[in-house]
Nanobody, 123 residues
Framework: QVLLVESGGGLVQPGVSLRLSCVAS????????MGWFRQAPGKEREFVAAISRSGSTGYADSVKGRFTISRDNAKNTVFLQMNSLKPEDTAVYYCAASQSWGTITTDRGYQYWGPGTQVTVSS
């Protein structure tokens, strides 16, 4: 069992940066692949970024070059650095953990989910 808690969301203006954090419980964080997903009002949840156990990363085309996923296994934490935010990035952002290998880009590949943190980009 892994418990995930996201933080760092908020209301920001277009063009600024925000960093999301997700802290995982337990002593086996390094054995999980991690991912970030988001869900905007009226839309389905979509993949944002993923990082494998070994640190390989993958991104959705919509965030490539603007967002960076990273992990600190010593702190049981995965981060999502979001730069040059746009109004279309507005969504609830979810952290997820997977027992599978590789970078997991589909939500069905994840077994554990956090409650989410709201990110609103608006002027």
């Amino acid at each position: 069992q892994v418990l995930l808690v996201e933080s760092g969301g908020g209301l920001v203006q277009p063009g600024v940066s925000l960093r999301l954090s997700c802290v995982a419980s337990g002593r086996t964080f390094s054995t999980y692949a991690m991912g970030w997903f988001r869900q905007a009002p009226g839309k389905e949840r979509e993949f944002v970024a993923a990082i494998s156990r070994s640190g390989s990363t993958g991104y959705a085309d919509s965030v490539k070059g603007r967002f960076t996923i990273s992990r600190d296994n010593a702190k049981n934490t995965v981060f999502l650095q979001m730069n040059s935010l746009k109004p279309e990035d507005t969504a609830v952002y979810y952290c997820a953990a997977s027992q599978s290998w590789g970078t997991i880009t589909t939500d069905r590949g994840y077994q554990y989910w956090g409650p989410g943190t709201q990110v609103t980009v608006s002027s």
